[in-house]
């Protein structure tokens, strides 16, 4: 009886250890490259619409700050820079009157990741997503704050995708 109840006990261990379990209070190791802390300037902005850089860096360092030291330029050993390069509005829906009940907003963004003291890039991308939103023909107060909510869903998602990029070894 003790020696089946060792050997599930054993198989137990086993099953575990083979299935990746490991304490959660573990950090991963570095990122590589000797990078422990990343700087994340605004990003730049190539499109008509001001304002949404902010809001799109934000997102990237509240995102990356839980798996790496995010801090100034300065004192990074490198810098995440990144340049909104379009801000597309895209009717995707119409009333029966041929008016436009609904858009879809594609942002595009180029994203790099430099080391400090070089000028070549570690990683180089472009990240693009979409998000639909409803038009309130009878308020463009309303209208305008449907399509600021959906940007603030696309940086959402943006931001995991560069942080997803971000967490891949160089």
């Not at 991963?28 to 422990?36: M, N, Q």
């Not at 934000?58 to 798996?67: G, S």
């Not at 009157?97 to 070089?118: D, I």
Request: net charge negative; with cysteine.
């Amino acid at each position: 009886m003790i020696f089946r109840k060792n050997i599930v006990i054993l198989a137990a261990l086993f099953f575990i250890a083979g299935c990746g379990y490991g304490p959660a209070s573990v950090k991963p190791e570095p990122l590589g490259a000797g990078i422990r802390s990343v700087a994340v300037p605004v990003f730049g902005n190539m499109t008509f619409r001001a304002g949404i850089e902010g809001i799109l860096s934000t997102r990237v360092a509240d995102e990356l700050v839980n798996m790496i030291k995010v801090t100034d330029t300065e004192n990074a050993d490198a810098r995440l820079d990144g340049v909104i390069t379009h801000y597309r509005l895209t009717p995707v829906a119409f009333t029966e009157n041929s008016v436009v009940s609904e858009y879809r907003l594609t942002v595009s963004a180029s994203v790099r990741l430099v080391k400090k003291g070089e000028t070549a890039s570690l990683w180089d991308e472009a990240f693009e997503d979409f998000e639909d939103f409803k038009v309130d023909t009878s308020n463009v107060t309303a209208t305008r704050e449907n399509e600021t909510e959906a940007f603030r869903e696309i940086a959402h998602k943006m931001a995991r995708l560069i942080r997803e990029r971000f967490s891949v070894r160089f």
